[in-house]
């Protein structure tokens, strides 16, 4: 088999950070993240149909301090995930992908998502009762 | 000069190695998992602090479970597509790389019928 003497685009590492590539490595890891968060609806549904003992003890670990780490995580990475995805939809249409609209979008998505994870942390606490 | 192998032309693949069948779901199960999204955290806020007989009623009402059971069908096919990507990036050696995807494509099936009958349970 022939393989040799093929061109070879340079490495990751000799480019320049940039905005539109930390939100593309980004938009994979999320998708990791919320592959494992799968997995915890799986566990909260499971409990749900197992009996009130069982949902206790889910909702009890969700609702420690690492549970809400892990959903304070899970929810900006759906956020994140769901905003870029959108992104990625409209560049498959061919819309945006002009440099200075992938850009502009790139900011957009990080200011939804935190602007979104926020919004649903209040919305929560407020369903709750414990903002009154 | 071509600068495909000779089994690369035999088996006339290109570079993706398969035809557009992956890409096309990926973004068909992307657009389902958008309205299914908004609705999920609606339903989390919504849900927030309720006791174990309001969740439960809420998931035995028809639409939730239906948009749940819709939304574990994408959710699952959508994440053994995008696994399986990352699995062909980074996993090098066929034998490992075959090995972790047909893994997370029978996890991510089981895992979906697992929660397919929790919603079920509590529905019926």
Redesign the interface.
Known sequence: MTTGNRPLSPHLQIYRWQWTMLLSITHRATGIALAVGALMLVCWLLALAGGADAFAAVNGFLASWFGRLLLFGWTWSLLYHFSNGIRHLFWDVGLGLELPSAQASAYAVVAVSLAGTLAVWIGGYMAAGALG | MS?R???ARVRGLGAAKSGTQHWWMQ?LT??A??PL?VWF?VS??????AD?AH??AW?ASPLSAIL?LLL?AA??YH?QL??QV?IEDYVHGEAAKLGCIIGVKLASFA?AV??A???L??AF
């Open positions: 600068m192998t000779p089994i973004r992307a657009i998992l958008v999204t955290v989390v806020i919504y849900l927030t602090g174990y969740v439960r998931l749940m574990i959710t699952f994440l995008g696994l990352i895992l697992t929660a009958f929790a919603v349970k509590v």
